[in-house]
T-cell receptor, first 110, second 116 residues
Framework: QKEVEQDPGPLSVPEGAIVSLNCTYSNSAFQYFMWYRQYSRKGPELLMYTYSSGNKEDGRFTAQVDKSSKYISLFIRDSQPSDSATYLCAMSGGTDKLIFGTGTRLQVFP | GAVVSQHPSRVICKSGTSVKIECRSLDFQATTMFWYRQFPKQSLMLMATSNEGSKATYEQGVEKDKFLINHASLTLSTLTVTSAHPEDSSFYIC????????????FGQGTRLTVV
């Protein structure tokens, strides 16, 4: 079993839709949870960073962490074609290495 | 913001030659730099962690003699793929951390290596 599981997609939605991206994990020691956006042939860009459980909102993006279920989510409101990219979740216990999900490819069509 | 520049963005080399990839933190000093490899439709796999002035720590299964990492200053780390072979073709990405924590790591643009 992988430490971090993420549905690879692709997820195709119309412009304006609410997008829900998710990851599950198995290591209860994970405390730091990140979401990265990666455009084709580019490096990942940090979108959201959350420590422990709870919600965090930044503009159209909301990150949720449910440590009891070992489940994290990223919601994108009013999705735009420019949001089309691969979204990677990543997590760590703090000083150890980041563990990445495989990424979910999102396509937002006009 | 925190900017990490990686160069070159794309390189094609002949089998048996060596290729050097540079990773620079442009507006901050990077205590730690990380090198990743990414295969198509797969996750980022950490290859090694380097701290300025000390030897890199390689992940299990990564050949340190093949993937030479030098972290000569707080703003520059290099990855040299020695005696490259077609199976080394991949997308290599570096990240630089402001502190010792992975949570403060910012990624470069990546380097697409093709060995022919």
């Amino acid at each position: 079993q992988k430490e971090v599981e993420q549905d690879p997609g692709p997820l195709s939605v119309p412009e304006g839709a609410i997008v829900s991206l998710n990851c599950t994990y198995s290591n209860s020691a994970f405390q730091y949870f990140m979401w990265y956006r990666q455009y084709s042939r580019k490096g990942p860009e940090l979108l959201m960073y959350t420590y422990s459980s709870g919600n965090k909102e930044d503009g159209r993006f909301t990150a949720q962490v449910d440590k009891s279920s070992k489940y994290i989510s990223l919601f994108i409101r009013d999705s735009q074609p420019s949001d089309s990219a691969t979204y990677l979740c990543a997590m760590s216990g703090g000083t150890d290495k980041l563990i990445f999900g495989t990424g979910t490819r999102l396509q937002v069509f006009p | 913001g925190a900017v990490v520049s990686q160069h070159p963005s794309r390189v094609i080399c002949k089998s048996g030659t060596s290729v050097k990839i540079e990773c620079r933190s442009l507006d901050f000093q990077a205590t730690t730099m990380f090198w990743y490899r990414q295969f198509p439709k797969q996750s980022l796999m950490l290859m090694a962690t380097s701290n300025e002035g000390s030897k890199a720590t390689y992940e299990q299964g990564v050949e340190k003699d093949k993937f030479l990492i030098n972290h000569a200053s707080l703003t520059l780390s290099t990855l040299t793929v020695t005696s490259a072979h077609p199976e080394d073709s991949s997308f290599y990405i570096c990240s630089a951390s402001k502190g010792a924590w992975n949570t403060e790591a910012f990624f470069g643009q990546g380097t697409r290596l093709t060995v022919v």
